[in-house]
């Protein structure tokens, strides 16, 4: 069946286990983590893919993705439904030769070459699924067009003290990358790689397969698909980026970032409509908001019913927040319940959770002497807490208590 050829293919990596995210991520891809009132963490780059007007998106899943596929659909809620191009979920597939769990990114997408190769793209855009940034890739394709290059890597100026998390980037004068060290202990530079990367197809095609054969790799993009461009003398360059771009790969980022939504300071705007973030959301009527309702500096989704006290924290759809309970600095995910008296204090609340009457779930940081012994409190999807239960800062609950 002969494809329509498409200058440019997004390949995203939804993949990942999620295992920071404990309790939020045992029974689904880290992906489809709701987040920011009614979106999900996918909504941002399948968004940035229409917007970038790019229309073929491959979404490479493999662990828990039940809740991701069904989210994903035919794509419609972003536009990607469409004859030719559109979304695509690529689960691991059994193939003659056997082997079928992905077994590292680049894994992932040589698993997909002839996905790609439907399409017989000049560029391939490879994306990470669990970061909230609002970026135009179509630029980044220009860029590494007029610099010709094989590969071009996004890049973000980060705290020194922060570049041994990530994969660092050393660049020459004319911003081509002369060195890739992935986790450096003495980092050289504080250019970080945001895991978003443009190559031309040919080469990469190239690669993937010399990777594959290659019985000593670990089949990974950082540790060997960039190293080995590099001591290939490819031309490798970097794109700088400079706008909101977090990483929600752990809990306290998870929470930060879901407040930096309530942050006018934050350049992170979900309101603007010239770049919308498109999302499934259902339909339900408007929230609701009692007599006894205290409501401040907080997000309320659609079909809320709130009778009790809500301070900076955002409640997606469907939540029920009872007389008398309290929430704070805290994020309560769809359709979960929080009953009469209930304290919820810099906690975040998985999906269709019951919060029993009077618990007391997290602790403001301030009446906590040793520092360290904080954190933000977690309660998985689907759990019931029961009455008067108490969950201490940091506790990661993810069976009914």
Known sequence: MNHIKKECVAMLLAGGQGSRLYALTQDMAKPAVPYGGKY??????????????????GVLTQYQPMVLNEYIGNGQPWGLDRA??????????????????????????????????????????????????????????????????????????????EAPRFGIMSTDENGNITEFAEKPAEPKSNLASMGIYVFTWSKLRKHLIDNENDAEATKDFGKNIIP??????????????DGYWKDVGTIDSLWE?????????VPLDLLDDSWKIYSRNPVMPPHYAGESSKIENSMIAEGCDING??????????????????????????NSVIKKGAIIEYA???????????AHIGERPELIEDKSQWGVAVVGHHV?????AVAPPKAMISKDI
Request: glycine letters at 6%; a negative charge.
């Open 84 to 161: 030719h191009g559109g979304v695509h979920v690529l689960p691991p597939y059994e193939s003659k030769a056997g082997k079928s769990w992905y077994s590292g990114t680049a894994n992932a997408i040589y698993q997909n070459i002839s996905f790609v190769d439907r399409y017989n793209p000049e560029y391939v855009v490879v994306l990470a699924g669990d970061h909230i940034y609002k970026m135009d890739y179509s630029k980044m394709v220009d860029f590494h067009k007029t610099h010709n290059a094989d590969a071009t890597i996004a890049v973000l100026e980060v705290p020194w003290e």
């Open 384 to 388: 019931n807490v029961s009455d008067k």
């Open 228 to 241: 080995m461009m590099l001591n290939n003398n490819e031309k490798l360059v970097a794109y700088h980026f």
């Open 348 to 358: 975040i609340i998985g999906e269709d959770c019951v919060i029993g009457e009077g």
């Open 40 to 57: 999900r963490i996918i909504d941002f780059p399948l968004s940035n893919c229409v917007n970038s007007g790019i229309d073929t998106v």
């Open 257 to 265: 970032a879901n407040m930096d939504v309530l942050d006018p300071n």
């Open 309 to 334: 006290t809500i301070d900076f924290s955002l409640l997606f759809a469907g939540v029920v927040v009872e007389e008398g309970a309290i929430v704070r600095d805290s994020i309560i995910m769809p």
